[in-house]
C-alpha cells in the first residue's frame, strides 16, 4: 500500500476516536449543566430567590458561551483544535467544584454563568470543526455521534436526582466534579487533522507527503462573505427560534412536572428518555440528511419539536410524560448535527470555526433567552402555560424557515472566483 493510502486509512480511523472522545466529554459537559435544572429548587430555596432571579443564570451562562464560542472559533481556526478542548477541559472541571461553593447571587452567576459556560465552549465550537475536517463521507453520522451530548441527561439527571436525595446541593456538586475529571485524559486525545501540502520545500522528492498538524486554506467563503449571503441570517434566525423553542423546556421541564405533582424520580426518567431519543434523533436526522438533504431533514424534526410541546402542557401521568418525552426527543435532538452540515455544504470549511462560533453565539442568545424568559414569565403569571406556548411559536417558525432554504450551490456561485483568487 503506497505510504500516501496508508496514512489516510490511519487518519480515518482516528478520526474515530476523536467522534467518541468527544462524545463522552460533551456528555458530561452537557450533563453538568443540564444538572441545573434539578438543583433549580433546592438552590433557589435557600436563598429565597424566584425563577425569575434564577434563570438569569442560564441565560449569562449561553451568552458568555457564546461570546466564548466566537473565541474558540477563531482559536481553532489558527491554531488547531486541541489545545483549545484541553483548556476548555480545565475551566470546565473548576467551575463544577465552584458551583459547590455559591453564598450569594453573584456568584451563582459567575461560576455557573462564565466559568462554566467558557470551559464548555472551549469544547463545543473546535469539536465540530476538528469532526468537519476529519470526515467527508459518513460526516453526518460522525457529526450525530460527537454532538449526542444531551444524552448526557439520561445519566446525569437520575444521578443528581439520587445525589440530592443522599446530600445537599452543595456536595452533590462535588461529586459531579470528581465524576468530570474523565473529560481531562480524553481531551488529551484529540489531534488535529494531518494534511499534505502541494510541493515540499529544499531537496525532498515532489510525490514524497509530509503530514503537518498546523491548518492549512481550505475552499470556502470567509465569515464576512458568507454575512452577505441570504442562506446565512436563514440559518441563524433558523437556531435562533429552534433554541428558544426547547431551552424552556430543558430549563424548567423539570420544575413543571414536579409542579404538578410528578415524583422527582419520574420527573428524572422523563428527563432521561428525552436525552436518549435526542441522541436517536440526532442520528437518525444525520442519516437522513445523508440521504434526503440536509433541509428537509431539519424542517420535520424542528417541526415535530415545536407541535408536541402543547402535549407536555396537558399531561399530568407518567404514562402521558413518557410518550410526550419520545417524541419531543426525537424533534429536539435532530437539528444541530444538520446544523453543521448546511454550514460546511453553503460555506465550505476555509473559516468553518469562525462562521460556526458565529452561529454558536446566535443559538446561544436563543438558548439563554428561552429558559430566562420562562423564569420570567412564570414568575408573572405563576404558571408554565405562557412560556411554553411562546416556546412552540418559535419553533413553528424555525421550521418553516428551514423551508426557504436556497440550494447551497446558488450561495457559492458568486463568492467562489474571489475566494479562489484570495487562496492561490
Known amino acids: 500500500m503506497p505510504q500516501a493510502a496508508r496514512v489516510e486509512q490511519d487518519q480515518s480511523s482516528y478520526g474515530w476516536v476523536i467522534v467518541f472522545a468527544g462524545l463522552i466529554i460533551s456528555l458530561c459537559m452537557y450533563g453538568v449543566i443540564e444538572s441545573f435544572?434539578?438543583?433549580?429548587?433546592?438552590?433557589?430555596?435557600?436563598?429565597?430567590?424566584?425563577?425569575?432571579?434564577v434563570s438569569v443564570a442560564s441565560m449569562i451562562s449561553w451568552i458568555s458561551f457564546g461570546l466564548s464560542s466566537l473565541i474558540c472559533g477563531r482559536l481553532s481556526d489558527r491554531f488547531g483544535s486541541k489545545w483549545v478542548i484541553i483548556a476548555g477541559g480545565l475551566f470546565f472541571v473548576a467551575g463544577t467544584f465552584l458551583m459547590s461553593q455559591?453564598?450569594?447571587?453573584?456568584?451563582?452567576?459567575v461560576?455557573?454563568?462564565?466559568?462554566?459556560?467558557?470551559?464548555?465552549?472551549?469544547?463545543?465550537?473546535?469539536?465540530?470543526?476538528?469532526?468537519?475536517?476529519?470526515?467527508?463521507?459518513?460526516?453526518?453520522?460522525?457529526?450525530?455521534?460527537?454532538?449526542?451530548?444531551?444524552?448526557g441527561s439520561a445519566v446525569f439527571a437520575p444521578l443528581a436526582v439520587f445525589l440530592l436525595a443522599h446530600n445537599d446541593w452543595r456536595w452533590s456538586y462535588i461529586w459531579l466534579g470528581l465524576i468530570t475529571l474523565v473529560v481531562l485524559p480524553l481531551s488529551l486525545l484529540m489531534r488535529d487533522k494531518q494534511v499534505a501540502p502541494a510541493q515540499k520545500s529544499g531537496s525532498a522528492r515532489k510525490h514524497d507527503p509530509v503530514y503537518v498538524s498546523a491548518p492549512v486554506s481550505a475552499p470556502g467563503m470567509t465569515l464576512g462573505e458568507a454575512m452577505r449571503?441570504?442562506?446565512?441570517?436563514?440559518?441563524?434566525?433558523?437556531?435562533?427560534?429552534?433554541?428558544?423553542?426547547?431551552s424552556c423546556i430543558l430549563l424548567h421541564g423539570f420544575n413543571h412536572m414536579t409542579d404538578v405533582g410528578v415524583l422527582e424520580s419520574v420527573a428524572a426518567r422523563v428527563v432521561m428518555l428525552m436525552a436518549v431519543f435526542g441522541m436517536v434523533g440526532k442520528i437518525i436526522n444525520g442519516l437522513l440528511a445523508d440521504r434526503i438533504g440536509a433541509k428537509?431533514?431539519?424542517?420535520?424534526?424542528?417541526?415535530?419539536?415545536?407541535?408536541?410541546?402543547?402535549f407536555f402542557i396537558e399531561a399530568r401521568q407518567p404514562p402521558s410524560f413518557y410518550s410526550w418525552a419520545i417524541l419531543f426527543g426525537l424533534g429536539f435532538g435532530g437539528p444541530m448535527p444538520v446544523y453543521a452540515m448546511l454550514f460546511r455544504e453553503y460555506f465550505g470549511t476555509r473559516a468553518i470555526g469562525t462562521i460556526l462560533g458565529a452561529f454558536f453565539m446566535v443559538a446561544s442568545i436563543?438558548?439563554?433567552?428561552?429558559?430566562m424568559i420562562g423564569g420570567l414569565l412564570h414568575t408573572q403569571f405563576?404558571?408554565?402555560?405562557?412560556?411554553?406556548?411562546?416556546?412552540?411559536?418559535?419553533?413553528?417558525l424555525a421550521a418553516l424557515l428551514a423551508l426557504t432554504l436556497p440550494a447551497p450551490k446558488r450561495v457559492m456561485r458568486l463568492p467562489v472566483p474571489q475566494v479562489a483568487l484570495q487562496t492561490s
Open 366 to 371: 436563543g438558548m439563554g433567552s428561552g429558559g
Open 111 to 151: 461560576y455557573f454563568g462564565v466559568v462554566l459556560a467558557i470551559g464548555r465552549s472551549a469544547t463545543g465550537v473546535p469539536m465540530v470543526a476538528l469532526v468537519t475536517k476529519w470526515f467527508v463521507k459518513r460526516q453526518g453520522l460522525a457529526l450525530a455521534i460527537a454532538q449526542s451530548q444531551n444524552v
Open 37 to 53: 435544572a434539578i438543583m433549580f429548587k433546592p438552590i433557589a430555596a435557600q436563598f429565597a430567590w424566584d425563577r425569575g432571579t
Open 382 to 396: 405563576g404558571d408554565y402555560v405562557v412560556p411554553f406556548l411562546t416556546s412552540t411559536s418559535t419553533g413553528v
Open 102 to 109: 455559591v453564598q450569594s447571587l453573584w456568584q451563582l452567576y
Open 229 to 246: 449571503t441570504r442562506a446565512f441570517w436563514t440559518l441563524n434566525f433558523m437556531v435562533l427560534g429552534c433554541c428558544m423553542c426547547h
Open 296 to 310: 428537509w431533514a431539519i424542517a420535520f424534526f424542528l417541526g415535530l419539536q415545536a407541535v408536541m410541546i402543547p
